[in-house]
């Protein structure tokens, strides 16, 4: 199957005349605009913006823990991507990813601590144990590239991560289509829901189940920072204008998508001429960043004019 979708990029790079690296690309911020969008909105109306950060971050320990996984599956084999166990690294990162998910909701409903202290202490624990593993993958002849985690490219996504990320778009798709209506529910006012009989606590553990799978499988292909920017910025960027949870949800989702691609665009064809010689290119993963935060602005900036706009209205009459 893997095979065949190789191919089907490569018909489609040469059928459009364009570079396979950038099918991929287009392709993989589509994947991941959908997705992100989709689920900003059930971020920020669930207020788990600093908790989808600590996910993003905590991957960091899952990536060590699924690359050593492999390595002492597969000793003799000096690199992952050439092991038939490297599956294990995406597999181990969810798992690891869903397990602190889950561990920070557990606490939270079972502490008198804040939310932001308990997920600062997951966030310190999966820190220090990513620390702790990475000398031992370096050890044993795997490198591990922190800047390819951090910031990576959808330039250099491969078919392995298209077909991933297509399959979580189906599985996001499943969920808005099945649970959305009772998270936003269970979010809105959690007593009212469960008088209603909806599952507030099983919502709230599929969400972040859900939240865990998400992050995991796109951070390969985009990297934490635009992985983690698309969860909060456009959703938080509509929240300034939107009037109801549907527009919310839509504005999200095309702020996302445009801004991929309006970042994708324009790290592709805008160049700074510095002098002989000297050519400054933008990065694809920052240039999006940028665009989505430059778009919150402008809708902050938007609905601050149309709330002095009403006053003003409201003092002539």
């Known amino acids: 199957m893997l095979q065949l979708f190789e191919d089907f990029l490569i018909r489609c790079s040469q059928t459009l005349g364009v570079e396979l690296h950038d099918v991929n690309a287009v392709l993989a911020i589509t994947t991941v605009g959908i997705v992100c969008g989709t689920v900003g909105s059930l971020v920020i109306g669930n207020r788990m913006s600093f908790f989808s950060d600590a996910m993003a971050h905590c991957a960091f320990a899952g990536v060590a823990l699924g690359l050593l996984s492999v390595l002492i599956v597969d000793p003799l084999n000096r690199r992952v991507d050439d092991s038939p166990f490297r599956w294990l690294v995406p597999f181990v ?13 557990y606490f939270r409903e079972r502490s008198s601590l804040a939310a932001d202290s308990i997920i600062g202490v997951f966030f310190a624990l999966a820190v ?9 993958v370096n050890k044993r002849g795997q490198r591990f590239d922190p800047e390819a985690f951090l910031f990576g490219s959808p330039i250099f996504a491969q078919a392995e991560d ?3 990320l297509l399959a979580l778009a189906v599985l996001v798709l499943g969920f808005i289509l099945t649970r959305f209506n009772s998270v936003v529910f269970a979010s809105f006012s959690p007593s009212l829901a469960r008088s209603r009989r909806v599952s507030v606590r099983l919502n709230h553990y599929l969400f972040v189940v859900l939240l865990s799978l998400v992050v995991n499988l796109s951070i390969k292909a985009v990297g934490v920072l635009l992985i983690n920017a698309l969860l909060v910025v456009p959703a938080a960027a509509a929240a300034n204008s939107a009037r109801n949870v549907r527009q919310l949800f839509l504005m999200s989702l095309l702020i996302s998508l445009g801004c991929g691609w309006s970042g994708y665009l324009i790290s592709r064809n805008w160049v700074l001429n510095l002098g002989p010689n000297r050519v400054f290119e933008f990065r694809t993963g920052g240039t999006i960043v940028v665009l989505t935060v430059f778009c919150f602005f402008v809708t902050a900036f938007l609905a601050r004019l149309r709330g002095r706009a009403v006053h003003g209205v409201d003092c002539e009459c």
């Open 162 to 164: 298209q077909l991933m």
């Open 128 to 136: 220090g144990f990513g620390a702790m593993l990475i000398p031992e």
């Open 93 to 105: 990162m969810i798992l690891f990813g869903a397990a602190v998910g889950v561990g920070i909701a």
